[in-house]
C-alpha cells in the first residue's frame, strides 16, 4: 500500500512538472505574436473617423499608412475587407489587429495579403459585444526595414438599431 501511495505521489509530481515545462515552452513560442517587438509605435489620430473612409496615418521620417475597413457600418460577426497602403515605407508584412479599449476581446489578429509594392488586403471580423456601443482599436503592425511598426486606429461598433451619437450631424 505504501508503494503505490509512492509511486502516485511520483507520478503526480512528475505529471505537474511536464505540465509546467509545456505550459513555459507554449508561453516562450507564443510571446512574440502576443507582444511585438514594437520600434515604432504611433499615436492614434482622434480625427479619423473609419466610417467615413479610409484613414491615413503621416510617419515622421515621411511615408504613410492608410487603413480602409468595409463595409463602413463596422459590424460585428460579420465578415470585413480591410485594406492597407503604404507610401514611402518599405512594408514585407502587415497584420491588423482588433482589440477592445475597456474590454479584453481576445484575440483577433488577421494577416493580410500583398496585393502590390504599396497595397495590403485581406479579411478580418470583429468578435461579437453586449454592449450597446463599443470603442475599439485596429492596430496595423508593419514589418519593415525598420523594424516593427504600429499605428493605431481607433473605433466605434454600435448594434443595429441603437443610433450612432453625432452620425449625420
Known sequence: ???????????????????????AVALFKAWPILFPDVVVKLPADPMCDLRAGPCVTRLEGGGEVSLSIEPRELPMMKPLKLQVMVQGLQANNIEVDFSGKDMHMGFNRYKLERESAAMFSGEGMLPVCVWEAMEWEAQVFIDSEMG????PYQFITVRPGVPLLGAGS
Open 1 to 23: 500500500m505504501q508503494t503505490t501511495d509512492k509511486t502516485l505521489k511520483i507520478l503526480w509530481a512528475s505529471l505537474g512538472s511536464l505540465l509546467l515545462l509545456v505550459s
Open 148 to 151: 516593427k511598426i504600429s499605428v
